[in-house]
């Protein structure tokens, strides 16, 4: 993150879909943060009662589009899926998946590395903002950066990331790049718990996808999207419906 503007707190953009008394706690955060910017909208009616009697609260984080949180908006209709999004945010308040949740009457919240003197303080700063939604799940879904040691000592072991390779091969930003470079035949996407490494957590769930001749980057990876959006959906469903336990790196879901 950029050590640019802003001071020892930057500034959090917030876009609440919230009943009152939430909306006291939010004004609470902003005054210990510093500045707040809020815009209200209203109050979202929450998941009807259904099969599963008690979904799992979930924070989606993004940073651009939103194919994969607009997947999990869709999937939380179904009130077996065991999952309801209380908020989707962003490290840029611009993100096109940030007007995609509001549309859809969820809570939004951004917090932008750029308007914090370091990357110690915005992570201090998402770890609050999330907080505020008392989240069960931490939804990672095209969010790209790296979480930091406040938010992971508050959320690890219940944060979710996905990432365009079958784990541990060609971890980092550019996994399908990697694959076409190293000449895999096959390649695929990974769900897996968040640690402080860089997609080294462990493994929750995997598809392959078949690598064909005349790939490029681009075709590839909209292939592991399609694979990788309901990948994530039913693994997130499964985790919260039937729980799960880590030994050392294995998950035992259920």
């Given at each position: ?184 035949r096959v390649t695929g996407c990974t769900v897996h718990l968040v640690d402080a490494g860089v997609d080294t957590g462990p493994v929750l769930a995997q598809a392959a996808v078949e690598v064909v001749p005349g790939d490029d980057e681009d075709g590839l990876h909209e292939r592991i999207k399609a694979v990788e959006r309901d990948l994530f959906v039913r693994t997130v469903g499964r985790l919260a419906r039937d ?12």
């Amino acid at each position: 993150p950029s050590d640019g503007g802003g001071g020892a707190y930057g500034l959090l953009t917030l876009s609440l879909s919230l009943a009152p008394r939430v909306l006291l706690a939010w004004v609470g955060l902003g005054r210990a943060l510093g500045r707040l910017s809020l815009t209200l909208s209203p109050v979202a009616r929450p998941l009807g009662s259904g099969l599963v009697s008690t979904p799992r609260r979930a924070v989606v984080l993004l940073s651009g589009v939103g194919s994969i949180a607009a997947a999990l908006l869709q999937a939380q209709h179904d009130p077996a899926y065991g999952v309801r999004v209380v908020a989707v945010g962003s490290d840029n308040p611009a993100a096109p998946g940030l007007e995609r949740a509001r549309e859809a009457g969820v809570a939004t919240f951004s917090v932008e590395p750029a308007s914090f003197a370091d990357r110690a303080s915005w992570d201090r700063a998402l770890a609050a903002a999330v907080d505020a939604f008392s989240p069960d799940l931490v939804l990672c879904a095209g969010f790209m950066r790296i979480l930091g040691p406040t938010f992971l000592g508050a959320y690890e072991g219940r944060t979710i990331n996905t990432h365009p390779s079958l784990l541990p091969s060609f971890p980092g930003a550019h996994a399908v790049r990697d694959a076409l470079r190293y000449g895999v035949r096959v390649t695929g996407c990974t769900v897996h718990l968040v640690d402080a490494g860089v997609d080294t957590g462990p493994v929750l769930a995997q598809a392959a996808v078949e690598v064909v001749p005349g790939d490029d980057e681009d075709g590839l990876h909209e292939r592991i999207k399609a694979v990788e959006r309901d990948l994530f959906v039913r693994t997130v469903g499964r985790l919260a419906r039937d729980g799960w336990r880590v030994h050392g790196r294995v998950v035992h879901i259920g």
